[in-house]
């Protein structure tokens, strides 16, 4: 017989009876449609995840350093002489110090915030717009002067709607002048991305408790350079520094890296739970089969009698099962696509499932019809067909 | 001319705890091609059973059942099947369609495990239901037809294979005496044309419309010639019931 005609057969038995083959369909459904939610909603996780990573840099290398308890230190120097002399590896440097906590005044209104020490190369690290004016200049810094750069929250905070470009700003009592303003680059408001100062960095270390640099922000050429040019540091620094314990080389790539393997970890773990789902729908679907082969007993004595072998039976039988499991999966990955993108739009995510994860769950599900039909066929295929002639 | 079917010494024995029934107790006889013949007894006789093996839906305990100048009686499941489709077309009491298919898929079922294609399936059955007289109710389902209609479908569904013989057991046992008789005419009428006719039945009366007959009583045969009712209905074997005439 062929495949087409069983199939066919078994979707006219199927549709005999919907209310029954939806039911027995109902833990595929289930199980299968939760499988899809999760994918989907851990893939636009994930893809935020990224994202949001990537917005902080993934090329981004922090340095810091403990000159506590050693003899030995490294210098600006030496490290803008590291990045002279790998520049297939490492793209910007900039020394970093911050003041944090300063209190930001402009005439009688303050505010309080952090001032972001930096050298002139930061603002192409970061790939900052600049709105007016423009950004800090290595004269600026090389002569440790007070000027600024501020974010458009700093401006509306302090200075509303007189531009602030040359206007003075006090920081810790100190005086500097906005020589430049960023695009607004989020939502301007207080601990946004444009709640931000930033001024020259020998200016910050002198205001700062060691009067020394003790961090450096550094970018890769790209993504692919990151790890050796972290090696390449470590390797430096290990030697400058003589102890690893003196320093800290970090990076968001493997910070990201750890974060996806752990999400793909939980990934699997749920997906292994919606699976329980789908093997107690199977079980179901056992169930109803075990039930149907024992109604048509007197059917298949007469199908043998009829000249039908025992392959034939069972096989007619096992299409049954996968045809109801794969009908199941199919109402699944309908239901569980239409649910994702309701809960993705819920939870501000874009939740797609992916081809592979709908062409697996199809296929378990055909898969767990087959697994679960067998015996109950096998039972209908050794039927005796005269007992089952007899039978009611 | 070989017959077409041949009971040698055919025993059928079945244990029931310490005990041993024998539901054929050594019944030889042959059957040749184009006879109508009706196989009469009581209830417990050995008729079903008989029937049972000549319909090769089940195997004798000992002798050999030669169908067809072939020794059937000691096949596989496989074989046996094998031989009802290609052989043997079957009517039974309570008709026995598959109540989900529609009447022409009822008739093609034979000829799909034969392995015919689905057009060749079609073109058969719908000459089949042509020859019954119910190619109009092709489609319909059979709990849409009444018990007579039915059954010609169930010989439709037993000629469409073309089978060497047909084996109907109490065909009329669920029917009215008219619509019983009408289906009795329909089988003299395809012995007329050539076909191979083993009826099983307790009721003397029907099987006095066959060519001959053969009685059983007790797992053996008690006569066995022309269905003449006075000359078969009479027989007395030890603990036999009433008599019909």
């Known amino acids: 017989m062929s495949l087409k005609k069983s199939f066919t057969l078994a979707l006219a038995n199927i549709m005999y009876d919907k209310m029954r083959s939806l039911l027995t369909m109902l833990g595929i459904i289930i199980g299968v449609s939760a499988v899809i939610i999760l994918i989907s909603l851990m893939n636009g996780m994930t893809g935020m995840m990224t994202d949001s990573f990537e917005e902080l840099g993934l090329t981004t290398i922090t340095v810091s350093t403990t000159n506590r308890g050693g003899s030995r230190t490294i210098n600006e120097d030496e490290m803008y002489a590291f990045r002279d002399e790998h520049p297939e590896l490492i793209e910007g440097i900039s020394p970093s110090c911050n003041l944090n906590m300063a209190t930001v005044k402009v005439g009688t209104t303050s505010i309080t915030t952090t001032a972001t020490g930096v050298s002139e190369e930061y603002a192409d690290m970061k790939a900052l717009e600049i709105e007016s004016g423009r950004f800090l200049e290595f004269q600026e810094i090389n002569a440790h002067r007070k000027v600024c750069v501020i974010g458009t929250y700093i401006q509306r905070e302090l200075f509303g709607f007189t531009p602030a470009l040359g206007q003075n700003i006090k920081i810790n009592g100190n005086v500097y002048q906005v020589v430049g303003i960023l695009a607004e680059k989020d939502d301007s408001t207080s601990g946004s991305a444009d709640d931000v100062i930033y001024i020259p960095y020998t200016t910050a270390v002198r205001l700062s408790r060691t009067g020394t640099v003790s961090s450096y922000t550094l970018t890769a050429v790209n993504q692919d350079k990151v790890t050796p040019a972290i090696e390449a540091l470590k390797a430096m620094l290990l030697e400058k520094l003589g102890d690893e314990n003196y320093f800290r080389v970090s990076n968001m790539l493997s910070v990201m890296d750890m974060a996806t393997d752990m999400m793909d970890t939980m990934e699997i773990l749920l997906v292994c739970i919606a699976g329980i789902s789908l093997l107690v729908g199977g079980i179901g679907i056992m169930n109803i089969m075990l039930v149907s082969v024992t109604e048509r007993t007197r059917e298949i004595g007469i199908r043998k009698s009829l000249g039908a072998k025992g392959r034939d039976i069972m096989s007619q039988f096992v299409i049954e099962a996968a045809t109801v499991s794969g009908m199941g999966g199919i109402v699944g990955i309908v239901l569980g696509a239409v649910l994702a993108i309701v809960f993705g739009n819920m939870l501000n995510l874009s939740a797609t499932p992916s081809v592979g994860a709908v062409l697996l769950s199809f296929s378990v599900s055909v898969g767990i019809g087959i697994l679960f039909g067998y015996l109950p066929a096998k039972n209908a295929a050794k039927l005796n067909p005269i007992d089952a002639l007899r039978h009611d | ?245």
């Open chain 2, 1 to 245: 001319m070989t017959p077409l079917i041949e009971f040698r010494q055919i025993y059928k024995i079945y244990k029931m705890g310490e005990n041993e029934v024998h539901a054929i107790d050594g019944i030889s006889m042959k059957i040749f091609p184009g006879e109508f013949v009706a196989i009469v007894g009581p209830s417990g006789s050995g008729k079903s059973t008989c029937m049972n093996i000549i319909g090769c839906l089940d195997v004798p305990t000992s002798g050999s059942y030669f169908l067809d100048g072939k020794d059937v009686s000691h096949m596989n499941d496989n074989e046996l099947a094998e031989i009802r489709n290609k052989k043997l077309g079957f009517i039974f009491q309570q008709y026995n369609l598959i109540p989900k298919l529609n009447v022409q898929q009822n008739v093609e079922l034979p000829l799909l495990y034969a392995g015919l294609n689905e057009k060749e399936q079609a073109t058969r059955a719908r000459e089949s239901l042509n020859r019954v007289g119910l190619l109009d109710k092709a489609k319909n389902l059979p709990s849409q037809l009444s018990g007579g209609q039915q059954q010609r479908v169930s010989i439709a569904r037993a000629l469409a294979g073309n089978p060497s013989i047909i084996l109907a057991d109490e065909p009329t046992g669920a029917l009215d005496s008219k619509t019983g008789k009408d289906v009795l005419n329909f089988l003299k009428k395809l012995h007329k044309e050539g076909n191979t006719i083993v009826l099983i039945t307790h009721d003397n009366t029907i099987a006095a419309q066959a060519e001959r007959v053969i009685r059983v009583s007790d797992g053996q045969v008690v006569y066995d010639g022309e269905a003449d009712i006075h000359k078969f209905a009479s027989i007395i074997h030890a603990g036999d019931t009433e008599v019909d005439i």
